[in-house]
């Protein structure tokens, strides 16, 4: 089946329901269960501890708050990425009957475990192997890393094809999407527009970005995130990442894709039609609406979140984004219109850049600066290219870091 076959099956409709449960989830793995999104799905869980049971929450580093989880999730399995942590998770869970395993390949093993849900919320093209792990097992896979589609689109979407996984977005303009064409009539698609809340630094001049600190970047006005994703928002890398998502999730074009500033961040994604309709989503910004989608669908499970008020909220405005203080859209855009690696070398760059940025070494303007440097450098060595296996984008990442740590450290020749 072609790619865009692809597209066309899995990414509007889902996957089609496999029986007449499968909108009934009961028993979850969540990947990434420390973080912003495993927190949050681990809240919905929480509270509705009757309906769901927890095979196994895995993390990267953070022993205390992984131990709390699986304790407080009744979870069979915990996992660290950090081999090193082993010891220290196995005393923090001593008395429990919850397994412990850690390393990368621990993670894989974790997401292969047969389950009904799999939440993939590990952040960066680090969730690639688990996420893949987990949608070659043919259940349903909760989607949040976005990475890994940014890196491996093509690959990743034929795996969810042939192993029949049923893919929901978390990701909220995915998954505002995903509800909008569900329904609709997918050859009348005109535009598939996603709403960006522009960062903390949507109104502040170029010069004043340039001398923005972590704090200032890390203050997101909508949501709250983890770290990587608040940056990407703050230099709108983000939504350039979610464009290139979009283009694997669902049938458009890349011409078919744009985006559109809403600072309100109160509608999610416009999908306009060839007879001049509009659909579009709404919720509030909380995460846990596309979450519980994600774990309820094609049902809806009731959600804590704060009803959406229009009289209260008064006004949404919408704006367009401006590349020139914000060139991270630009970049994104062309390494999406090139194809092939380019969107893996795009994401690795902005990896390391981002990391830089959070350890104080760069500021705000390098990000995208490192990124297209990055793109250049590759191109002209040839990285840039058709990757058709699993193991062609892991190496093209792994070479896209290390010429990105070149080109930030030759920075100031930029
Ligand atoms: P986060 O930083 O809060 O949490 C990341 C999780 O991944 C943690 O559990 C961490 O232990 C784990 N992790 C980090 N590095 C890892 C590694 N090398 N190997 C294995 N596990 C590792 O991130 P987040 O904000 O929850 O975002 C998670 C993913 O969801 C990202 O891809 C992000 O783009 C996407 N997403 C997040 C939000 C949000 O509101 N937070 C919204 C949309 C999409
Ligand atoms: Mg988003």
């Known amino acids: 089946m072609r790619q865009a076959e692809f597209n066309e099956e899995f990414a509007v409709h889902g996957r089609r329901a496999r029986d007449a449960d499968a909108g009934d989830v009961r028993r979850l793995t969540i990947l990434g269960a420390t973080g912003s999104i495993g927190t949050s799905a681990l809240d919905l869980v929480a509270r509705n501890p009757s309906h769901f049971s927890v095979a196994a929450v895995t993390a990267q580093t953070n022993v205390a708050k992984l131990a709390e989880s699986a304790r407080a999730s009744g979870a069979e399995r915990a996992v660290i990425g950090d081999k090193a942590l082993y010891g220290e998770l196995k005393s923090a869970l001593a008395g429990t009957s919850i397994e412990v395993a850690a390393g990368e390949e621990a993670l894989v093993e974790a997401a292969e475990i047969p389950v009904d849900c799999t939440i993939a919320a590990i952040v960066g093209a680090a969730g690639l192997r688990p996420s893949l792990a987990a949608a070659r097992g043919g259940w349903r896979l ?158 809806r499970m009731a959600a804590p979140t704060k009803r959406l008020d229009l009289c209260e909220i008064g006004k949404l405005t919408f704006e367009p984004a401006d590349e020139l203080r914000f060139p991270a859209i630009r970049v994104a855009r062309e390494a999406m219109k090139r194809g092939g690696t380019a969107p893996a070398v795009l994401n690795a760059a902005n990896e390391v850049a981002v990391a830089a940025f959070l350890e104080g070494r760069i500021k705000v303007p390098d990000i995208p600066l490192v990124v297209e440097d990055t793109l250049e450098r590759c191109e002209g060595s040839g990285l840039i290219c058709c990757a058709e296996q699993l193991d062609d984008v892991l190496s093209c990442d792994n070479e896209a870091r290390s010429v990105a740590i070149e080109s930030l450290n030759g920075l100031s020749r930029l």
Do not use: Y
């Open 142 to 299: 909760a989607l949040a890393n976005k990475e890994c589609l940014v890196s491996a689109g093509d690959v990743f979407m034929r795996e969810v094809a042939q192993s029949a996984c049923e893919l929901v977005p978390v990701d909220s303009e995915h998954s505002a999407a995903f509800q909008v064409l569900r329904e609709a009539d997918r050859g009348a698609i005109e535009k598939l527009v996603l709403t960006a809340s522009g960062g903390p630094f949507r109104d502040w001049p170029a010069e004043k970005i340039a001398s923005a600190t972590r704090d200032q970047a890390l203050k997101h006005p909508n949501w709250s995130m983890g770290a990587k994703i608040t940056v990407d928002s703050a230099t709108m890398m983000n939504k350039g990442l979610e464009l290139i998502e979009a283009l694997h999730l669902f049938p458009v074009s890349v011409d078919q894709l744009d985006m559109v500033v809403h600072p309100q961040s109160i509608v999610h994604c416009l999908v306009s039609f060839i007879d001049g309709s509009v659909l579009a989503q709404l919720a509030d910004p909380d995460m846990r609406t596309p979450i519980a989608l994600a774990l309820s669908w094609p049902k």
